[in-house]
């Protein structure tokens, strides 16, 4: 949303992200939460294959990144505004 308010005024970077909410992103993403937990899924992928040693890590701490993700993803750079 930086981003936006770079080159948007405060108005348009509003009603853009409006358009993503809710054009772009899939129906039941927020609904179900289905996007979401599927994005923590390949997120958790991604950290297995490219970050073994912290994944591996994670797993010794008792670590669940997704604790983390959900947040990440359900907001979609939204809860700071």
Request: aromatic share 16%; glycine share 2%.
């Amino acid at each position: 949303m930086g981003r936006l308010l770079q080159v948007l005024s405060e108005e348009e970077t509003f009603y853009m992200l409006c358009q993503i909410v809710e054009s772009i992103m899939p129906l039941d993403y927020y609904q179900v939460m289905m996007g979401a937990r599927i994005d923590q899924r390949i997120s958790d992928h991604f950290l297995k294959e490219k970050l073994p040693n912290l994944y591996q890590h994670f797993q010794e701490c008792c670590y669940d990144p997704s604790m983390t993700t959900l947040q990440w993803f359900t907001c979609l750079f939204a809860y700071n505004f």
